[in-house]
């Protein structure tokens, strides 16, 4: 009792000096889990682990198995899209709590009071989704396939929504990987990295 009463004053002192709240961070973490859903290609998705690995410096698989069925409470057929937390939050939680799952689909995905998203996680909390249905540039029907392109893009989507489980908010610092990216032009000016701030927060 008295530990959370402690944790709701530290709370009420965050919100009075608007500073950003604590961040959960890294800490722990030992393991990322990439689940499939169907349609989706694990040596293309193998490859995106190995990027993410790099960034995280945690071991990052892909689960074995038959990829999961895409919900179909999930779909809005009049958009032709899935609504995203339905599919993260029915992702298998890790073992541990300190590790992550990102679940990955070639459907396309929306939120309430958006058109589309890349992706969306807990935030936070120990489950991500993300979509390749618009990092493709074919999708926007006057590129051909660049599987290298898409390759860089993912990577950047799956860093930037588990640095969300981790408590991670978006980021205002040019370049970092927290920035906030709704187009593809935004999304490939981004780094794979954490700017100074953010890398601090998450621990690592
Ligand atoms: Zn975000
Ligand atoms: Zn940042």
Request: proline share 6%.
């Amino acid at each position: 009792m008295i530990q959370r009463l402690s944790l709701l004053a530290l709370l009420a002192a965050v919100t009075l000096t608007g500073c950003s709240p604590d961040v959960p961070g890294t800490e722990g973490l030992e393991q990322i889990t990439i689940v499939l859903f169907e349609g989706a290609d694990r040596e293309l998705v193998e490859d995106i682990a190995e990027g993410v690995q790099g960034v995280y410096g945690v071991p990052v698989s892909v689960a074995d198995g038959e990829p999961l069925p895409l919900p179909t409470e999930a779909l809005d057929e009049t958009r032709g899209q899935y609504l995203a937390a339905t599919l993260r939050d029915g992702l298998p939680a890790p073992a541990d709590e300190h590790d992550r799952t990102l679940g990955l689909t070639e459907a396309d995905l929306y939120a309430r009071k958006l058109n589309f998203v890349f992706g969306q996680a807990q935030l936070p909390g120990d489950r991500a989704v993300m979509s390749l249905a618009r990092l493709r540039p074919e999708f926007w029907g006057h590129n051909e396939p660049d599987r290298d392109l898409l390759l860089e893009r993912a990577v950047k989507i799956a860093v930037h929504e588990l640095g969300h489980t981790f408590g991670l908010r978006h980021c205002d610092t040019p370049g970092c990987i927290m920035q906030f990216a709704n187009v593809l032009l935004q999304l490939d000016q981004t780094n794979l990295e954490f700017c100074s701030d953010c890398h601090a927060k998450l621990g690592r």
